[in-house]
């Protein structure tokens, strides 16, 4: 059986859940999400059974999680003339290209910007995760001078460029 499915999902006081047909909804204050299901019970032992059993324990958890409190990632932006500013609730980036790049939100998604880091949030964990993909994907950090766009904590891994090489080896 499923470890992670046999867990109690805890509701905090205000919580409500309701199923209709094959969508739960899951509300606070106001704030509503919806996860979309098939079964909460394995009724088989098949391993992929079980595997999707705890998977749909842990996106009910998400959701109660995501009701009451807001999922973050927070982005940073390094490099020389790299930045970005928010108009309206549109990104803008200019990220060392002859244009400049907008990056319009998801529903339910919301930005900060605070120099050159960017905090995303919202109610749904996937969605939060990824937009932040997304918008890594516009400059992705380089080995050699570390530019680009990372996630907070992110360690890039450097890379010695052609003088360090060069100088290293046997004359």
């Known amino acids: 059986m499923s470890k992670i499915g046999r867990k109690p999902i805890q509701l905090p006081e205000g919580v ?19 996860v979309p299901t098939l079964r909460l019970a394995a009724e088989s032992t098949l391993q992929e059974a079980r595997m999707n059993w705890g998977t749909m324990r ?3 958890q998400n959701a109660v999680f995501g009701v009451v409190k807001d999922f ?8 020389i003339g790299f ?7 549109v990104l803008v980036f200019s990220l060392g290209f002859s244009h400049p790049v907008r990056f319009t939100p998801p529903p339910d998604i919301t930005f900060k910007v605070e120099k050159n880091a960017i905090t995303i949030s919202g109610r749904d964990k996937a969605l939060v995760g990824a937009t932040a ?5 516009l400059r992705k950090p380089e080995p050699y001078q570390g530019k680009g766009i990372r996630y907070r ?8 460029g052609k003088k360090v090489g060069a100088t290293t080896g046997t004359v």
């Open 16 to 34: 409500s859940v309701t199923q209709e047909g094959s969508v739960i909804t899951v509300a606070c204050a106001g704030r509503t999400v919806q």
């Open 58 to 60: 842990s996106l009910l």
């Open 72 to 79: 973050t990632k927070t982005l940073e932006i390094e490099g």
């Open 83 to 89: 930045k970005v500013s928010l108009e309206g609730n």
């Open 133 to 137: 993909a997304q918008i890594r994907s």
């Open 153 to 160: 904590g992110e360690v890039i891994r450097r890379k010695a």
